[in-house]
């Protein structure tokens, strides 16, 4: 586990001190690391407060250590007691036990382990966080109430500016938004091509055209123009509270909680412009589908656009009064579409070349003897993997007793410390690599007898029903996904598919 030290100082710790009775991070650090040693965690960090005071807010180490767990960072927080993470007010207690929880990092003592996701650690610490999540609370809806009453004098709260702005900080550091001109400019053109009659795929796809991009260096696509045609930002007002969130799903909230105010700073467009958009965005509104109605695309969750990784779309075309499916990607730019008839028809064709050249690799090739190579080839890297963790932990042991033996400095055995953790980690992770390596060759070749005589169902039953859900789930029994490009730009570009199949 990678493992963060921390050492501060209590009261009592320094009243002994001042008494000469020893020095006291350097008593607990050896504490700590003799811990380490016997429950066999990677020392990555060690902070030390040298300051002590009540509140977190006096302690640089402890901010610093809350961030990086907030983040990911360690596995596991090694102190003296759970006590030295904070004994300041409740509202400190609550956020570090928060954080930790929600983090999924362990806390480590001499004495206990503490999993807060644990039902019976969380209620060891129950008590002294009770307190603490109420004052957490109270502070919570303070926030709220300052929130609301910045919104209600028209200041844009969001941590990042809308495309088209940029935040300017004052010599006292008050943070004012700002027009940024070039982008702006592209605002002004997106409202202006969308009012005309050109939909949102055109606007992305003339923005792409003109090589520009949006503020994270991604092309345009669709998504991105409609949520700046919707964003009230530009019109000069500032709205809050429109979306409820929660983990795992959000939704619009009634029209009541939303918060609207005329904002401080500039508009991009007229509000005369920016309701037109409106009426426009209402009147080309994709209605959701009902979740009764019939399937209509055979492919169906199944194409991949090789470009961003998205699923692709099959989106009605009524052009030149002839209706007609197109296979596209709403994500990105960089894909071009194409007729859904004839994607399915390739899709076949390649499922009968795929029969076909596996027919013949059956009689021509000893598969089962080239499995048993591959495998036995992937066992002897195992082996030799396994054989190099064991060494890597027996240096990590080693470098406890160089510590204690003084050869190695602090810095010195963190450093080495650090290397040992990250070899460690890559060769976990290499070993895990193999494993599934291994899963896989077993897995394809017991599966392989299988999905030959499947696809050859799907093939003979495919174009007897005329319902395209049942054509769908007859693909989805043999085809994990399939990989989808064409060069965009020219109505001559040629279509490249790749068939996944299912081996399970």
């Not at 028209?154 to 495309?163: D, L, N, T, V, W």
């Not at 030799?384 to 010195?412: A, R």
Request: aromatic share 8%.
């Amino acid at each position: 586990m990678k493992t963060c030290i921390y050492l501060r100082k209590s009261r009592s710790d320094e009243e002994a001190e001042k008494q000469g009775e020893f020095e006291t991070l350097s008593r607990h650090r050896s504490t700590l690391l003799k811990v380490a040693k016997e429950q066999n965690l990677n020392i990555v960090e060690i902070k030390e407060e040298l300051v002590s005071g009540e509140s977190i807010a006096y302690r640089p180490k402890m901010l610093e250590l809350l961030e990086e767990v907030k983040n990911n960072f360690y596995d596991s927080v090694l102190v003296m007691d759970i006590d030295r993470l904070g004994r300041g007010n409740m509202q400190d207690q609550g956020l570090i036990l928060e954080t930790f929880k929600k983090s999924k990092t362990k806390i480590i003592t001499p004495r206990k382990t503490y999993d807060l996701t644990n039902e019976f650690d969380e209620e060891y610490s129950e008590f002294e966080a009770f307190m603490a999540r109420k004052e957490l609370k109270l502070i919570t809806r303070r926030m709220q109430r300052g929130r609301i009453k910045s919104v209600e004098e028209g200041k844009f709260i969001a941590s990042k500016p809308p495309y088209g702005y940029k935040f300017i900080f004052d010599e006292n550091g008050k943070k004012s938004m700002v027009i940024d001109e070039e982008k702006a400019n592209v605002v002004k053109l997106i409202f202006k091509l969308y009012t005309d009659g050109n939909g949102a795929s055109k606007v992305a796809n003339h923005l792409n055209s003109l090589g520009l991009k949006t503020t994270t260096g991604r092309s345009w696509y669709e998504k991105g123009v409609r949520d700046i045609i919707k964003n009230k930002t530009y019109a000069g007002y500032v709205v809050w509270n429109k979306i409820e969130r929660t983990k795992t799903s959000s939704k619009p909230r009634s029209q009541d909680e939303i918060i609207e105010s005329k904002g401080l700073h500039d508009p991009i467009i007229s509000e005369d412009l920016w309701n037109k958009a409106q009426r426009v965005l209402k009147g080309n509104a994709i209605l959701p589908t009902p979740v009764f109605k019939e399937i209509t695309n055979p492919l169906a969750g199944l194409i991949i656009c090789r470009c961003c990784g998205h699923k692709m779309l099959a989106r009605s075309s009524t052009s030149k009064n002839v209706y007609e499916k197109f296979i596209r990607c709403t994500n990105c730019g960089m894909n071009r579409g194409s007729k859904l008839y004839i994607v399915e028809e390739e899709v076949i064709k390649q499922l009968r070349e795929w029969v076909k050249v596996y027919k013949t690799n059956f009689k021509n090739i000893p598969s089962i003897e080239n499995s048993n190579s591959n495998l036995d080839a992937y066992s002897k890297l195992l082996k030799n993997l396994n054989s190099e963790y064991e060494t890597l932990v027996k240096q990590k042991e080693n470098l406890h007793n160089l510590l204690e033996q003084g050869i190695y400095d602090v810095d010195t055995y963190l450093d080495r410390s650090k290397t040992l953790t990250d070899k460690i980690e890559t060769n976990k992770f290499n070993i895990e690599s193999v494993k599934k390596d291994i899963a896989k060759e077993q897995k394809v070749n017991v599966s392989i007898d299988d999905i030959i005589p499947s696809v050859e169902d799907v093939l003979d039953l495919y174009y007897k029903t005329d319902l395209m859900s049942e054509r769908n789930d007859l693909l989805r029994s043999v085809i994990d996904y399939i990989d989808y490009y064409k060069e965009p730009g020219s109505k001559k570009s040629k279509l490249d598919i790749v068939i996944n199949p299912k081996l399970d």
